[in-house]
């Protein structure tokens, strides 16, 4: 038998184990949001495409309410009802979310910093092994102008499973417009990273968000 066919028969189940999985996202939302005094309600739809941005992934409305506990620290609670695409049923999987945490921001002359913690779980199938995380992401937004605002930020998760281990890690960079005093746009680019997981996975995310004050 041929040498390099052995040697790709021996390496086979190591070469398949450590497949890596690349796909090209678009996500696509629009929100709507309420100041009460110290409170911030928020409320959203997004939809979300896959397989080279050819095929609806899911789609999800969001509401949460942030509160003003004192100057540059607030606090947060979310709930979302998605719909999963499941692949093997051709049908859609109902989901439900929650996450709490905390957030701290801070503004340097014309940078805005910001650091976010929480925990979030979901619904999940028994062998997802616990669908419980915590997520930390840092951001830090320039004002180039009166109504462009780029920014870059950095994520991680965190999963409680029997491993316990950091398993996603999102890098994002992009730029918010502000089309008058009460709405504006967001484009951004994320990468992210699964690993730690049965299915490794690179993901290129290409956004667009549009916001309202009421």
């Given at each position: 038998?041929?040498?390099?066919?052995?040697?790709?028969?021996?390496l086979f189940p190591f070469l398949t184990k450590a497949?890596?999985?690349?796909?090209?996202?678009?996500?696509?939302?629009?929100?709507?949001?309420?100041?009460?005094?110290?409170?911030e309600f928020s409320f959203s739809e997004e939809l979300?495409?896959?397989?080279?941005?050819?095929?609806?992934?899911?789609?999800?409305?969001?509401?949460?309410?942030?509160?003003?506990?004192?100057?540059?620290?607030?606090?947060?609670?979310?709930?979302?009802?998605?719909?999963?695409?499941?692949?093997?049923?051709?049908?859609?999987?109902?989901?439900?979310?929650?996450?709490?945490?905390?957030?701290?921001?801070?503004?340097?002359?014309?940078?805005?910093?910001?650091?976010?913690?929480?925990?979030q779980t979901k619904s999940a199938l028994p062998e997802?092994?616990?669908?419980?995380?915590?997520?930390?992401?840092?951001?830090?937004?320039?004002?180039?102008?009166?109504?462009?605002?780029?920014?870059?930020?950095?994520?991680?998760?965190?999963?409680?499973?029997?491993?316990?281990?950091?398993?996603?890690?999102?890098?994002?960079?992009?730029?918010?417009?502000?089309?008058?005093?009460?709405?504006?746009?967001?484009?951004?680019?994320?990468?992210?990273?699964?690993?730690?997981?049965?299915?490794?996975?690179?993901?290129?995310?290409?956004?667009?968000?549009?916001?309202?004050?009421?």
């Open positions: 038998m041929n040498k390099k066919l052995i040697i790709i028969l021996l497949q890596v999985v690349s796909d090209a996202k678009v996500w696509a939302g629009v929100s709507v949001n309420k100041k009460i005094k110290k409170f979300r495409m896959d397989e080279n941005a050819s095929h609806v992934d899911k789609f999800f409305s969001e509401i949460g309410a942030q509160y003003k506990v004192i100057k540059g620290v607030y606090v947060a609670l979310n709930y979302r009802y998605s719909r999963d695409n499941d692949y093997e049923t051709r049908n859609y999987d109902m989901k439900h979310r929650i996450d709490i945490g905390v957030t701290y921001k801070h503004k340097l002359n014309d940078f805005r910093f910001s650091f976010r913690t929480k925990v997802d092994n616990n669908p419980t995380f915590s997520r930390n992401k840092l951001a830090i937004k320039y004002k180039l102008k009166k109504n462009i605002i780029p920014f870059v930020a950095y994520e991680f998760y965190y999963q409680f499973n029997d491993e316990k281990v950091i398993n996603r890690t999102r890098i994002s960079l992009g730029s918010s417009y502000k089309i008058n005093d009460n709405s504006a746009v967001k484009l951004f680019y994320m990468y992210e990273n699964k690993f730690n997981t049965r299915n490794l996975k690179h993901n290129h995310v290409y956004g667009v968000s549009y916001s309202i004050d009421l």
